[in-house]
């Protein structure tokens, strides 16, 4: 029997907003969160509205919301069938995988559009990871992912022939953390991911519960380019997952000074292409913590298409902490707002590149920042 969840007060909670607004109640019991489903990272995407509003920025989320309103986003959790009993091909039709079909209780179909523009996970081939399944309700059942074959292409909608014929990880009642009722709670494995894979692919996920017939399915988009788990296309720049692996001790003192001195001098061949005018993107990532401290870093991309001359991040703090000490930029901070500036010699970014600042932090370790952004400005 499904169980039924109010789940605007979690939206408000998620967005900080004191104002209640109350909407429908969902039947909901999870998706893919690492890698990000559709569904998930077009939610996340969202956040930033005011009075409860979810109002996505990434164009195909927006798109998504064009087509299927904004109910599945209220309800990002719920793309299933009751009466699924784990089929897949032959039940569910060609180009409407991402959707589970028609015959779920929402229309999620604005989500099997074939774009390249959907906020997708870095990853590496092979690399060992850490998968993530919310569990708003927990029920026993079977996880399993697949991966999209080589020729696959983002630009048709997904067919079952699109997809490698077995999954490439498995999983029967994994153990869950934290909820049921919660955004954050989840069904949690480890498994490798597959091999010799790159440039963007798509992960298939399908939930089978063994106490019903009711299954549920998902489409996560990634790109193999040796990511180890950013996201990108999310709020308007970039975030990461929490690390696979957290640090297994603290370290006996906090460090006093980065792990390895940030240049004293410009290097010595700027880059070779001349800076555009492009946009940005900023990756954040934990690399370190201990007890009252951590330290991170921020990777800042310049688009494939364009160099950058010069770039500022800005993020702000989802708690009390504070910034201590940067490397390789410029920073300032105004209350839990820091912006980040390049240094003089590595404002300069060839189109497709990247280049690294790091820092020091006090407080609570935050996995993930809130309104991460990058611009040329």
Not at 263 to 292: E, H, Q
Request: hydrophobic share 30%.
């Amino acid at each position: 029997m499904k169980k039924r969840f109010l789940y605007a007060a979690a939206v408000l909670l998620a967005t900080g907003v004191g104002v209640t607004v109350l909407q429908p109640a969902a039947e909901a019991h999870g998706a893919m969160m690492v890698p990000g489903s559709r569904t998930y990272f077009c939610w996340k995407d969202g956040l930033s509205g005011t009075n409860g509003a979810i109002i996505p920025k990434n164009p195909a989320c927006a798109a998504a919301v064009a087509q299927s309103g904004t109910t599945p986003l209220y309800n990002w959790f719920a793309v299933l069938r009751s009466d699924g009993g784990g089929r897949m091909a032959g039940f569910i039709p060609d180009g409407q995988l991402c959707s589970g079909g028609t015959g779920g209780p929402y229309d999620f179909t604005g989500y099997n559009l074939a774009r390249n523009d959907w906020p997708q996970t870095h990853l590496t081939a092979g690399a060992s990871m850490r998968f993530d399944y919310n569990d708003w309700a927990k029920h026993p059942g079977t996880f399993s992912l697949y991966i999209t074959k080589d020729s696959w292409s983002p630009t048709r909608p997904l067919a079952w022939s699109d997809l490698e014929s077995q999954p490439f990880s498995q999983v029967v009642n994994p153990p869950s953390v934290g909820g049921p009722g919660t955004n954050d709670g989840r069904y949690s494995w480890t498994g490798n991911l597959p091999s010799g894979k790159s440039g963007k692919h798509l992960i298939y996920s399908v939930w089978s519960r063994s106490d019903s017939q009711e299954t549920f399915y998902g489409c996560s988009d990634v790109v193999f380019d040796g990511g180890n788990g950013e996201v990108t296309g999310v709020g308007g720049g970039g975030t990461t997952t929490p690390p696979t692996s957290p640090p297994t001790s603290p370290p006996t003192s906090p460090p006093t000074s980065p792990p390895t001195s940030p240049p004293t001098s410009p290097p010595t061949s700027p880059p070779t292409s001349n800076p555009g005018n492009g946009g940005c993107t900023a990756m954040y990532n934990v690399t370190g913590s201990w007890t009252g401290g951590f330290q991170g870093q921020v990777m800042v991309h310049a688009p494939a298409g364009a160099a950058i001359g010069k770039w500022t991040v800005e993020w702000t703090w989802p708690g009390s902490q504070t910034l201590t000490q940067v490397w390789s930029g410029t920073a300032t901070s105004s209350g839990s707002l820091v912006t980040v500036k390049n240094a003089s010699w590595n404002g300069s970014i060839p189109a497709g590149g990247d280049t690294t600042f790091g820092f020091l932090g006090s407080g609570a370790t935050p996995t993930t920042v809130n309104n991460l952004t990058c611009s040329t400005a």
